[in-house]
Nanobody, 118 residues
Framework: QVRLVESGGGLVEPGGSLRLSCTAS????????MGWYRQVPGKERELVAN???????LVTDPGKGRFSISRDRAKRTVYLQMNSLKPEDTAVYYC????????????WGQGTQVTVSS
């Protein structure tokens, strides 16, 4: 089991920045693709960004040009840097780790609230 602990959420004004962190209980980077989803009440969870075992990254359309994802192996941590935040980015952000050979083996963090409001 991979335990994931998120931090870095909070309240920020439109145009501001936040960096979310997700620390894994073990060094999962060699066997788990990791990333972030977000969810707004009443809507499905949507993928925000991911980083594969090989290091390739993806940022989906809502965050392109504003968000980036990275990892620090020594700290067992994945980061989501969010810039130029908009009110529509308000959501609970969830970190996940999915085994690169078995997609059914997936672990989730507890979620961190991001609120973008003036």
């Amino acid at each position: 089991q991979v335990r994931l602990v998120e931090s870095g959420g909070g309240l920020v004004e439109p145009g501001g920045s936040l960096r979310l962190s997700c620390t894994a209980s073990e060094n999962a980077f060699n066997t788990f693709n990791m990333g972030w989803y977000r969810q707004v009440p009443g809507k499905e969870r949507e993928l925000v960004a991911n980083i594969l075992v090989a290091g390739r990254t993806l940022v989906t359309d809502p965050g392109k040009g504003r968000f980036s994802i990275s990892r620090d192996r020594a700290k067992r941590t994945v980061y989501l840097q969010m810039n130029s935040l908009k009110p529509e980015d308000t959501a609970v952000y969830y970190c996940y780790a999915r085994h690169y050979l078995n997609a059914d083996r997936i672990f989730w963090g507890q979620g961190t609230q991001v609120t973008v409001s003036s």
